[in-house]
């Protein structure tokens, strides 16, 4: 069983225990039951210090424990008698909220009537409602959902006694932060705060010095330590190239297990698809993939019945799996923190490690970032050839040939070799075996020239990294549909909005649709004509859109990106529609609690 208590974890406090922590007994027996007695170094520094009352900023990355730093001091400051909400988590992600909560209920075990209840977008309001007045004490939740709740009248932070904010920098990239001020200030001023992140901007010590009263500042795992064990390497290649480099790296890769890093939900399942119609025994875990089918897969990536793991950053957030040698960053992760969070994920426990990062030549500055994040140059290398998997691979397929010869049992295949080296004398016996150890690695001879595979080498060997700003249509996403068609549209008299997903970024118009009905409160029938065009899509509203649908669909994403709706140019709209675009400057339409996704099941298949 993983846990946020891993006792496996190398910041490690020895000769401190969780008896000895001032736990109060309820908390202390259910951590004992769980089986563990030694807490990280963030625990050790953070539970004490809360349990005093102070309020904290923990910096630590992921994987060392924050859940238990903060929630065994959170439970330890409610009362279960009182039904009213007492303790409040915020967390960035649907997948984080349900973990942390879920967490919090296993450190509550031995505590009857404490009840916690998770709060996100993309689940019905309903049974939340029915939660919260029930009287539950602890709610974890996204801010958006938060404040829908709050906006609703169904939560009420008057009786809070402890606010957490997990993740914090990744709240802050999603654009949470004026919601975070928000709830925040509809807590009581006398309340404790606990602010954990694996980052420090100063946009994050702004909110700190806003909310927090004299707080203990707690550091640990610094990021130089995270990658000293890693060897950093990248390759140039150009986007539409990328699926058929990451199964060669793998087919060449001595690793266990490999972990993929990709920026989007929709991104994740189409990697481990097109990684499963290889041959690769790979899956996919995103925001859209359920926690226990997460956890099956995950297990059976430890199980060694799955080798690649696909993910975006947030759904591999606090994972540990020691089978894994391997980190692609298929995509340059957005912000350099992110690029160490990723290729800590190899390299653990003493061991080495390996991580590779696709670059298309456009992204030398990303590159560069990293580079000075780490205080460490990447080796550039080239993705194998044909020629190079093959020859791994029959190399591996020779380095089996002594164990399978002292087994025994050949005769059959002495006697069917024979008879066809006497049926056709022509053919050297070395020619034979060589013949078949091509076939049995899947070399089927030389292609015509207009096969993918030369196509894609001639373009690695092409391609090179740019200083120049913008991007070279070579380098883009493929588009579907032409853009010059697009510009010649017209109006057709009917309300258009823009929304910021496209076919570059996987959108359907079946997750457009949901985004739109499930937070505008529409129906299939108040929609009109969708385009989908390369960087965003038109979508036609016959009656416009009120300013709180507005709102709600700003705040909603797709493909795992925001929104950002927004009236198209050029196109009158009802009055109502008129005011929603004068005053969506003023609206936050930043990152929402959810993405919106045709069919939330994780694409796993072994080969």
């Known amino acids: 069983m993983t846990s946020v208590l891993d006792p496996a974890l190398p910041e490690t406090a020895p000769s401190l225990t969780f008896a000895d922590l001032d736990l109060p007994a309820p908390l202390r027996e259910a951590v004992l039951a769980l089986g563990f007695t030694t807490p990280t170094a963030i625990q050790a520094e953070a539970i004490p210090a809360l349990l005093a009352g102070r309020d904290i900023t923990g910096v630590a990355q992921t994987g060392t424990g924050k859940t238990a730093a903060f929630g065994l001091p959170l439970l330890a400051a409610v009362d279960p008698e009182l039904r009213e909400v007492q ?57 958006g959902r938060v404040i829908d709740h709050l906006d609703r009248g169904s939560l009420r932070l008057d009786s809070v006694r402890f606010l957490a904010l997990d993740e914090a920098d990744e709240m802050l990239r999603m654009g949470f932060v004026d919601d975070v001020d928000r709830i925040a200030s509809a807590t009581p001023a006398h309340k404790q705060v606990a602010l954990f992140s694996a980052t420090m901007p100063p946009a994050i010590r702004r ?32 986007f539409r190239h990328k699926a058929g480099a990451l199964a060669r790296v793998l087919a060449v890769s001595d690793a266990d297990a490999a972990i993929v890093f990709v920026r989007t939900r929709s991104a994740a399942e189409d990697v481990a698809v097109s990684l499963v119609e290889r041959g690769v025994a790979a899956a996919y875990i995103s925001g859209d993939v359920a926690q226990g089918d997460r956890e099956k897969i995950v297990e059976r990536v430890r199980s060694g019945a799955i080798n690649v793991l696909v993910a975006t950053d947030v759904a591999a957030r606090g994972l540990d799996i020691d089978r894994i040698g391997l980190v692609v960053n298929f995509d340059v992760p957005g912000e350099p923190e992110a690029y160490v969070h990723r290729i800590g994920r190899t390299g653990r426990a003493g061991r080495t490690g390996e991580a590779l990062t696709f670059v298309t030549p456009n992204e030398n500055g990303k590159l560069r970032s990293i580079e000075r994040t780490t205080r460490q140059q990447l080796e550039q290398i080239q993705i194998p050839s044909p020629a190079d998997v093959s020859a791994h691979r029959v190399a591996t397929l020779l380095g089996r040939v002594p164990a399978r010869l002292d087994l025994g049992r050949l005769e059959l295949y002495r006697t069917a070799a024979a008879e066809f080296l006497a049926a056709h004398p022509a053919i050297e016996a070395t020619d034979l075996v060589a013949t078949l150890a091509a076939l049995a690695v899947g070399d089927e001879g030389p292609a015509p020239r207009t096969a993918e595979g030369d196509d894609m080498d001639d373009a690695l060997s092409r391609a090179h990294l740019t200083p120049e700003r913008g991007v070279r249509r070579d380098d883009r996403a493929p588009r579907t549909g032409d853009d010059r068609q697009r510009d010649r549209a017209r109006p057709t008299g009917v309300p258009r909005y823009r929304v910021a997903v496209g076919h570059q970024h996987g959108a359907q118009p079946g997750a457009i649709v949901g985004a739109l009905t499930n937070e505008g409160g529409l129906t299939g029938k108040d929609l009109g004509k969708i385009d989908i065009f390369s960087t965003f899509s038109l979508v036609e509203i016959p009656a416009g859109l009120s300013t709180e649908a507005f709102d709600r669909i700003g705040r909603a994403r797709v493909a795992g990106r925001p929104l950002r709706i927004r009236v198209d140019a050029g196109h009158r709209v009802p009055a109502q529609g008129r005011h929603a675009a004068r005053v969506q400057d003023a609206l936050r339409v930043g990152a929402a609690d959810r993405a919106v996704r045709g069919r939330p099941v994780a694409a796993v298949r072994a080969a």
Do not use: C, N, W
Request: hydrophobic share 45%; charged share 15%.
């Open 87 to 143: 303790a409040i988590v915020l967390a960035p992600t649907r997948e984080l909220a349900m973990q942390v909560a879920e967490a919090l209920e296993s450190f509550a075990s031995k505590m009857p009537g404490l009840e916690v209840v998770p709060v996100y977008g993309g689940s019905p309001y309903l049974p939340q409602q029915r939660a919260l007045r029930g009287g539950a004490q602890v709610v974890v939740g996204t801010p």
């Open 207 to 238: 909110v700190a010095a806003q909310h927090l009263t004299d707080p203990v500042e707690i550091t640990v795992a610094r990021q130089s330590s995270t990658v000293s064990s890693v060897r950093q390497t990248y390759a140039v290649v150009p």
